[in-house]
């Protein structure tokens, strides 16, 4: 399935539909994940094609069918998504069997956070990107997860660090157990931010070196990936475990939303990330064929 590289992801091709997934995870058993492209979806005009997004102002029935053809591909059941209402903030909501459908098939609720987490087989937490980086979590050990969206907001006030806290006291997980993942976003080549954001990183309790950069005039180059990944290290987490998915949403334009690309013109990526409920025999739901 998979035929093709970026970064350190795989992108991956399933009837017409494209996905990426960290190559480093490829033989994890037990979870699954992905991250969804522009590709293989039925959405028109600057949401072409595969929006995820019923907030945007696309068609429903066209985001309807781009989840339908999305989790048939990448083998998640629409039922079973969870998502948030996400305000740039770092509240990591628990989630559980009856907060299935919440955000996607069922959209009367939806709770705002930016961080979603839960030890339940089945349930898939879903985030929402386009430049803002997805933060994937997996504890092997005490079979939990989690995954937050970061934004430079976000990432400022540590929702990363956050993470690691959440998973720590509800679930009894040690940061040196966990793996992460960090999906596409926008590369610092591409992110240029101003003296607001700059102040706030300096806060952080990590050194910015290799993370900020100063261009002049008050403009700074900001490196929201290894921003992020230092602040789990900071949590206690093991460098090796985290993996840097190299994928910039801006510099691949031509796959993947970019809000700083397009003027906020643009759909958005669905993050997901599921513990198998079949697991450890979990291959089977893998493939795809849950439907
Ligand atoms: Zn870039």
Redesign the pocket.
């Known amino acids: 399935m998979t035929d093709e590289r970026i970064g350190t992801m795989d992108l991956c091709r399933k009837d017409g539909v494209s996905f990426l997934r960290f190559h480093e995870w490829s033989g994890l058993t037990g979870f699954s994940h992905a991250f969804s492209t522009r590709e293989g979806g039925v959405s028109e005009g600057y949401f072409s094609s595969m929006n995820l997004s019923y907030y945007l102002g696309d068609r429903e029935e066209n985001v309807d069918e781009n989840y339908r053809r999305f989790c048939a591909a990448a083998g998640f059941r629409t039922e079973k998504l969870v998502s948030g209402a996400q305000v740039h903030e770092t509240r990591i909501r628990e989630v559980g069997l009856t907060d299935c459908g919440q955000g996607v098939t069922d959209r009367s609720v939806r709770e705002e956070a930016d961080g979603l987490c839960t030890n339940v087989p089945g349930v898939t937490l879903v985030t929402y990107h386009a430049d803002c980086v997805p933060l994937y979590f997996i504890d092997p050990v005490r079979k939990c997860i989690a995954l937050s969206h970061a934004g430079w907001r976000g990432t400022v006030a540590n929702i990363a660090g956050i993470t690691v806290e959440t998973l720590r006291s509800r679930y009894g997980s040690r940061p040196e157990d966990l793996i992460a993942g960090i999906g596409p976003c926008?590369?610092k080549?591409?992110y240029e931010v101003d003296e607001t954001v700059a102040e706030k990183a300096r806060l952080l309790p990590i050194g910015l070196s290799g993370i900020l950069f100063e261009k002049g005039n008050g403009k700074y180059l900001f490196d929201l990936a290894r921003c992020n990944r230092d602040l789990m290290i900071r949590a206690g987490m093991d460098a090796d475990r985290i993996t840097l998915g190299g994928v910039?949403t801006?510099?691949r334009g031509d796959l993947l939303y970019s809000h700083r690309g397009t003027g906020g013109k643009r759909g958005v990526h669905g993050a997901f990330l599921r513990i198998d409920e079949s697991s450890p025999n979990g291959n089977e739901r893998k493939e795809g064929k849950t439907q």
Do not use: E, P, S, T
């Open positions: 926008i590369c080549d591409c910039c801006m510099c």
